[in-house]
């Protein structure tokens, strides 16, 4: 990156703190998007691809080399979501560039993402959400906080990020509510249910003291030093839990998030309360749940309708 392009980046990401007010985690997504990360391997970022055509102005930037950049993309086998995601963060740039008067002509007007292969959220049935919930062991320390942190995760649809950041003085239990900061610094109230509020209790009067110790935080889930859970060792737990609940795929904090979604929706919630407990700007990024939901009913169906699973099998054999 050069000199002048370096300085431009670190002003970008001043404003993306101070005024935007976005996440620690978005700021560093950004950065690996458009600086790049050759620690994982050849670098892919946008300023490193630049440096590779021989462009040292953002002003040489414009429809063609945001073409030739993802044409470049697609044949180094990125996938289309990972695609979207970087120019997401260089269209975000460039706003930020046209709004300083940088550049005078913003090159992302005239190029859009390409089109993404939509795949349904996955999500865990009942049963396994269960198991899940009931593997940790509540006569420790860690037991109580992972108890209560997939509890929580799976009652109120948190992200990731918002459960690394909560503290203290945001959770109510007396009225079973817990005000988060999601994307953007955007406030919201999100429910849960007793079971949850009543893990929570139990940790925080006798797992959290033991693991705080003799330091002070605010943080609602503590490591075993006292300090703040970061996001890597909640991935950790929630697999350690998975293997002992005998779940064979995948579970990550996102996964809760949809099981969240979808499990409200089966139980005949109304789609703008769910848009508003998972902070969704736009009603569409919800509406994705209203199609998991269908599709499990429509298995549900399938498998219980005698009449139904004949007629399906037939339709399979004309085909």
């Given at each position: ?143 109580q906080r992972d108890r209560a942190l997939l509890e929580l995760l799976y009652a109120s649809g948190l992200r990731v990020s918002e ?62 030093y006292g300090e703040r859970l970061p996001a890597r060792r909640i991935q950790k737990i929630l697999e350690k839990y998975a293997a ?76």
């Open positions: 990156m050069t000199n002048s392009i370096q300085n431009v980046f670190d002003r970008y990401l001043n404003y993306l703190e101070a005024e935007r007010g976005v996440s620690p985690y978005t700021v560093r997504n950004y950065t690996s998007d458009l600086v790049g990360n050759y620690a994982r391997g050849e670098g892919r970022g946008f300023f490193q691809f630049l440096k590779m055509r021989k462009i040292s102005s953002l002003e040489e930037v414009d429809s063609h080399v945001l073409r030739d950049y993802i044409s470049w993309l697609m044949g180094q086998g990125v996938v289309k979501s990972s695609i979207a995601r970087k120019l997401s963060a260089i269209r975000s740039f460039y706003r930020y560039l046209a709004r300083e008067g940088i550049i005078s002509n913003n090159p992302l007007d005239k190029t859009s993402s390409p089109k993404q292969d939509r795949h349904l959220p996955s999500f865990l049935s009942v049963e396994e959400t269960v198991r899940l919930l009931e593997a940790p062991d509540l006569s420790t320390p860690q037991g459960l690394v950041n909560l503290n203290l003085e945001q959770l109510d239990l007396d009225t079973n509510e817990i005000r988060v900061w999601g994307k953007g610094a955007k406030e919201r109230v999100v429910l849960i249910g007793e079971p949850a509020a009543r893990m929570l209790s139990l940790y925080l009067s006798q797992g959290r003291p033991q693991l705080l110790g003799n330091k002070k935080s605010r943080a609602v889930f503590l490591n075993r002992q609940a005998n779940i064979e795929r995948r579970v990550h904090p996102h996964l809760l998030r949809h099981t969240f979604a979808t499990h409200l929706l089966d139980g005949g919630a109304d789609l703008r309360v769910v848009q508003e407990l998972l902070g969704h700007a736009q009603l569409s990024s919800t509406q994705v749940y209203t199609h998991v939901s269908q599709s499990q009913a429509r298995k549900i169906y399938l498998a219980a309708h005698p009449m139904a699973r004949k007629r399906d099998d037939e339709a399979e054999d004309e085909r």
